[in-house]
């Protein structure tokens, strides 16, 4: 199966900017979609963005729109989040997922997704 791991958290100040990786590894070649989600304290863990693999199509919710871009490097086998202007309200344990599922683009994401990396934390200070 696929094994993700996820990278590049830490701490930075509001408006600064973060690049999140998700390596996979293990039978990459049968991935339709990948994605990321996020979980703050207390709250419940929210789907972020899309990437369906084979068209490279991405889909963004609401909240990260023009802010955050979801990417893919095929040859390395990595997903990345780019996140800019980053907000106190975004810090959240982030988590890169996958699946196989033939449904999974954009928004049906959030239900599909059912391989997970161990996530890495975010955390914007004001």
């Known amino acids: 199966q696929v094994q993700l791991m996820e990278s590049g958290g830490g701490s930075v100040q509001a408006g600064g900017s973060l690049r999140l990786s998700c390596a996979a590894s293990?039978?990459?070649?049968?991935?339709?979609?990948m994605g990321w989600f996020r979980q703050a304290p207390g709250k419940e863990r929210e789907w972020v963005a899309t990437?369906?693999?084979?068209?490279?199509?991405?889909v963004y919710a609401g909240s990260v729109k023009g802010r955050f871009t979801i990417s893919q490097d095929n040859a390395k086998n990595t997903l990345y989040l780019q996140m800019n202007s980053l907000k106190p309200e975004n810090t959240a344990m982030y988590y890169c997922?996958?699946?196989?599922?033939?449904?999974?683009?954009?928004?049906?994401?959030?239900?599909?997704?059912?391989?997970w990396g161990q996530g890495t934390q975010v955390t914007v200070s004001s």
């Open positions: 990437i369906v693999t084979a068209g490279i199509s991405t």
């Open positions: 293990g039978s990459t070649y049968s991935i339709r979609c």
């Open positions: 997922a996958a699946t196989s599922r033939p449904v999974c683009g954009g928004t049906y994401f959030a239900a599909a997704a059912n391989v």
